[in-house]
């Protein structure tokens, strides 16, 4: 039975270490960098994934926002990270939308946008439309998760 479940361990290990932003994501930027670097994003994995783009692009000046849930944050040196709501969204997650949408209204031609988005991406990134409030968005998705 220990030999089974030393594999199992080494196949969930495996998989995790498959997913882990940190291993994988620096083979998927892109091998030319522009000027100026934008990185934005939302999730439970955003702050994760901001900080190995950090670590790939170590030369490279960053700028940007994630939003992550609270629990979820991670320290990285030009990428700011905004602790928010899931899976119920919150003023934090609206206010840092709203923040990720001027700077991305702000980019050139010549700029790279890099956007983060994993699992918990929309209820981080939460924005009413208009004529709603950040309020009634919560209170409608309490009740879808009731």
Partial sequence: MNRHRALLVES??????????????????????????????????????????????ADQPLEGIVITRYGHGVPTASIEVVLAGHPVPDAAGESAARRILAEVAKLTAKDLL???????GSSLMTLPAAGLSIEDVMALNRELLR
């Fill in 12 to 57: 969930f290990e495996a998989a995790v270490g498959a997913a882990d932003a940190r291993r994988i994501l620096g083979a998927h930027l892109p091998p030319e960098r522009p000027r100026r670097v934008l990185v934005v994003g939302a999730g439970k994995a955003a702050a994760a994934m901001a900080y190995a783009v950090e670590q790939a692009w």
């Fill in 114 to 120: 890099i956007v983060l988005i994993s699992g918990g």
